[in-house]
């Protein structure tokens, strides 16, 4: 079935280096692509990258990775959000969350976009996390990561990726799922709040509420009973039997 979608041996790898050929797609049977939902176990691929050749699981490792993807460089809106993730990353690596974007050109031609990057947003400042290269939109197929009308090229024509955000965690686990169109610059702060949201969850068994922000109330899932609360939270403010607030 494959055969029918891809190019065969469209990306060779070989041990322990591996050697990239881009290809393109031959047909494209919509029924076949392959579905990211929350909760997934996030695709693993190898490709090469502005830091090296990576295998994804490898990459993540036991850490959370935040995977954001750009149509093409030397883009405007493209070009101002690296450099923001950029600029955030030690806020992400203080939370033990990796950054990899990527973006459908080769790698030598994000290295020339890095500098250009460096200058605008992080005044010549190192550029610390890899981008990928995915001349090939193989990772891009994995990931779902193509609009209405790049599905209706993939058999011909131009395929523009569109710029989604994954968040993923140690389990490879996709977490958060954040799609823009291409005249919407993403929120780079949003991003680690969702990622403040989700941890705090994991860590305390709440969740969070609208617009939460680090230090303010939390609420009680409704599975647990008000005894249970009490236990475990202390006081806490019942506005609804389903909807109390406290603090942890």
């Not at 065969?8 to 280096?17: E, G, L, V």
């Not at 995977?67 to 955030?88: I, M, R, W």
């Not at 305390?204 to 939270?233: C, H, L, R, Y």
Request: charged share 25%.
């Amino acid at each position: 079935m494959f055969a029918r979608q891809f190019i065969k041996s469209a990306t060779k790898f070989s041990a322990p280096a591996f050697k990239y050929t881009p290809a393109r797609f031959i047909t494209f049977d919509a029924a076949t692509q392959p579905r990211i939902r929350i909760g997934s176990t996030v695709p693993n691929f190898k490709a090469p990258t502005t830091k090296g050749d990576i295998e994804f699981h490898n990459y993540i490792g036991d850490s959370w990775t935040v995977l954001f993807s750009h149509p093409a460089d030397f883009t405007p809106v493209c070009t101002t959000e690296l450099g923001a993730f950029a600029k955030l990353q030690p806020e992400f690596d203080a939370r033990n969350v990796k950054l990899i974007g990527i973006s459908a050109e080769p790698v030598e031609k994000h290295q020339k976009w890095i500098e250009d990057i460096k200058d605008i947003s992080l005044e010549g400042k190192d550029f610390g996390y890899p981008i990928i290269g995915d001349e090939s939109r193989e990772v891009a197929y994995l990931f779902d990561m193509v609009d209405e009308q790049g599905f209706k090229n993939l058999n011909g024509g131009i395929v523009e990726t569109i710029r989604s955000v994954y968040v993923i965690d140690p389990s490879k686990k996709v977490r958060l799922i954040m799609t823009y169109p291409p005249s919407c610059g993403r929120n780079s702060a949003e991003v680690l709040r969702v990622v403040d949201a989700m941890q705090l969850a994991d860590k305390k068994g709440v969740v969070t509420p609208i617009d939460w922000t680090v230090g303010q109330d939390v609420i009680i899932p409704p599975k647990i009973s008000n005894e249970d609360a009490t236990k475990k939270f202390g006081e806490f403010k019942e506005v609804k039997p389903y909807l109390r607030f406290t603090k942890v």
